[in-house]
Structure formats: C-alpha cells, structure tokens
C-alpha cells in the first residue's frame, strides 16, 4: 500500500494524530482513544500502518500472558509532501480533503461525547479558546489540525 493509501483513510488518519508529539502508545490505548471505532478495526489498521513503514515498536512487556507492543509514529514519513502530492489528480486531491474532513468531524464528535467534555473550551475566549485542545480546538483557533499535510502545492482550480 503507498503513503496516500496509508494516510489518507479517516481511521488511519485519526491514529497518525493520536501519536504526533513523539506519543508511544499501545493499540489498546489508541483503542480508548477512539472508542468509536471498533477494536478490530483499530488493530487492522494499526497492522497496514505498521507494514507500511509509519509505526515502529519501540518496546515489548508482557501484560496478562499476552506481548503488548508500544509503538511510535515515524513522524518523517507520516508527511503528504511536496513530492507526493505532485503527481495526485485532483480527484485524489478531493478524497484526501474528504478524508482528512471526516477524521476531523470523527474527533470532534469523540471529543463532544466524552463523558467530561469541558464545554468552555468551546466557547471563546480572550485568544480564542480558554483552553487548549485536540483537533476539534485547534480548529476554533484557526488552525488546521491536517497541517501536518503540508504539500507545498501552488495547484488551483481556477478556471483561468
């Protein structure tokens, strides 16, 4: 599988953003992290990013008779960039907007059904927002949590 099939799933998506900032975690803490998405899907996907190249062990304990793997984010690798946004159609340019949009909308609504959800993180603040947050709060302060796809793309859509 390439890096924009890798990256550009929603689910994939949401676990490239739950390890950036050097995170190491297990798949069974991804797994409360995104308690929307089934375990078996968290585990399958975080299996094609690990063949992929974009996790890597970083340590193995035994937990419960079972080897629990701790993983880290290849955060280099974890990067749409200029080389490889180069080449994609404007369709693949459209269904990576989509996906990213979906992973963002899947946070936020994570975020807002949290059973201790701060709702004055929502409202604004002096600078935005009171507090800071994930994804969904990064979008209140203007910031697109998809930065991390800095493709460095001058292409258009103009008609001119």
Not at 2 to 17: E, G, Q, S
Not at 45 to 74: C, D, F, I, N, T
Not at 102 to 119: I, K
């Amino acid at each position: 599988m390439n890096k924009l099939d890798l990256l550009l799933h929603p689910v994939r998506l949401r676990i490239v953003h739950a390890m950036l900032g050097g995170r190491i975690t297990t798949t069974s803490e991804l797994c409360a992290r995104l308690p929307d998405v089934s375990k078996a899907s968290v585990y399958r996907h975080v299996a094609l990013l690990a063949e992929g190249g974009l996790r890597e062990v970083e340590g193995e304990q035994r937990m419960h008779g079972a080897v629990e793997r701790r993983y880290r984010l290849h955060q280099a690798r974890a990067v749409i960039d200029r080389d490889v946004a180069a080449p994609m159609s404007l369709e693949e340019h459209r269904n990576g907007f989509a996906a990213a949009m979906a992973a963002l909308l899947a946070e936020f609504n994570a975020y807002l059904d949290r059973e201790r959800t701060d709702e004055r993180a929502l409202r604004p603040g002096r600078n935005g927002m009171e507090r800071p947050g994930g994804a969904a709060a990064q979008l209140h302060r203007g910031r697109c949590p998809t930065d991390s796809f800095r493709s460095g793309s001058t292409r258009t859509n103009s008609p001119n």
